[in-house]
């Protein structure tokens, strides 16, 4: 087995977390061979973790891409506004791409990525990693060999969880679309991807609801401080104060913002960074839930609702179909199908997986190395499907901003020249 070569553009949490684990776990597999991260702290953790010489360790891409190192991919885990530059200027250096989702919260940025990937035959890989887990792949099977007859609707429910909101998505790096992505493309792309893996359909129509109802100025607490570490009056009662969650059960989320994991190293960053702040004076825009309708071309229909106001962080499906039904529960591993003539149920609990996102965060990883062992001039970078969920989740966004507004996806597309 051919081991890859990798460089990573973005040594984050998804960039170090997430992927690079793979090369440690796997060293037959896979090497990093240099980084790039504006953040010396990061770059310098990573470097350690795979044993990168200084040399090989830079500050931006475009320094790094300048070496012509000897690699056959690169991983660009950089934030979604900076995913567009690096990932060609990849493709161009010869190398195959693994690429965070989202693709770009632009939508010409995101096809021609496509593209350019196509131009020069090298694989371009989006991380929607829940199609490569166990649940979402037995699932897909279950349906593929007719147990529930056709498809005629599908409930999908993803659920944020509270605290990872208030984290991610009000303090945190997503929590501005003007400077990340909007809700329904950072954090809910895996679930267009995923309805559109199930429905195996192309979408015909959508439509969209949603707000920033709760996490805003007009619920702040009277007499709140800016930083909850000033002195909130609500502190007992209050679930999102920032002193009591980092420093208890969110000692793990505060990793993710500060490198000193001592009380004091937590607190300094609570005085300095975002994650301090008071979730009703945050500079937040995202929403803090949502709603999609979609119709299929085969009038089969489907509903999604993110909802950051949820006691666990997982993903509940209900597919119904002409000859039985499937539920399930990711957080749980479980499947159960039923069928409509024998009245018999069938349940599934698949084992526990040790990566992240339900074991897909490996097995994308093991998935694009696979690929690239076997490229061939001839295919098609498996971006052109990830390219459709992402344009699913530009629609449901320009439908929530008219108010719901029913949008046949066909003309959506022609009117913007997308």
């Given amino acids: 087995m051919k081991k890859i070569k990798a460089l990573l553009i973005g040594a984050g949490d998804r960039g170090a977390n997430a992927y690079g684990p793979y090369a440690v776990s796997f060293p ?77 919260p632009d939508p010409k940025e995101c096809i021609e990525m496509v593209d350019t990937a196509t131009k020069h035959n090298k694989l371009l890989t989006i991380c929607h990693v829940l199609r490569y887990t166990p649940f979402w792949r037995n699932i897909k099977k279950i349906i593929d060999r007719g147990d529930i007859g056709d498809i005629v609707s599908i409930q999908l429910n993803e659920n944020v969880e509270i605290l990872h909101m208030s984290h991610s998505f009000v303090r945190g790096n997503w929590n501005n679309s003007d400077e990340s992505s909007p809700m329904i493309l950072q954090k809910s792309c895996h679930d267009m991807d995923i309805l559109m893996y199930l429905m195996g359909q192309k979408c015909k129509h959508i439509s969209s609801f949603g707000s920033l109802m709760h ?55 609570l005085k300095t960074t975002p994650y301090g702040k008071c979730v009703y004076q945050s500079d937040n825009n995202v929403v803090d839930h949502q709603v999609v309708n979609l119709e299929f071309e085969n009038e089969a229909t489907a509903t999604f609702s993110m909802c950051g106001f949820t006691r666990e962080q997982t993903r509940i499906v209900q597919i ?17 199908v039923f069928d409509f003539l024998t009245q018999n149920e069938t349940t599934v609990n698949l084992a526990k997986q ?12 093991r998935d694009f190395l696979q690929e ?44 913007n020249k997308i």
Wanted: proline content about 4%; glycine content about 8%; hydrophobic content about 35%.
């Fill in 28 to 104: 037959h597999e896979l090497e990093f061979v240099a980084v790039a991260e504006l953040n010396p702290e990061k770059r310098k953790a990573f470097a350690e973790a795979h044993g990168l010489a200084e040399e090989n360790c830079f500050e931006t891409w475009e320094d790094m891409l300048e070496e012509n190192i000897d690699a056959d991919v690169a991983f660009v885990c950089t934030l979604d506004r900076y995913h567009y530059q690096p990932t060609i200027r990849a493709i161009e250096a010869g190398y195959h791409v693994l690429l965070e989702k989202p693709m770009s």
């Fill in 215 to 269: 996490f805003n100025e007009a619920n702040k607490p009277e007499g709140a401080p800016l930083r909850c570490l000033d002195g909130c009056p609500v502190e007992n009662e209050c679930p999102f104060h920032a002193g009591r969650y980092y420093l208890g059960e969110g000692r793990g989320w505060a990793k993710k913002f500060t490198t000193d994991h001592s009380r004091e190293g937590i607190i300094e960053a």
């Fill in 320 to 336: 119904m179909g002409t000859k039985g039904e499937i539920r399930g529960k990711m957080d749980e591993n479980s499947i159960s």
């Fill in 354 to 365: 040790l990566s992240g996102h339900g074991g897909g965060d490996e097995a994308i990883v």
């Fill in 372 to 415: 690239v062992r076997s490229h061939r001039n001839t295919d098609t970078p498996s971006a052109v499907v990830s390219l459709d969920s992402h344009l699913l989740a530009f629609a449901a966004e320009a439908s929530r901003l008219e108010n719901g507004k029913a949008i046949e996806l066909d003309a959506f597309l022609t009117e």
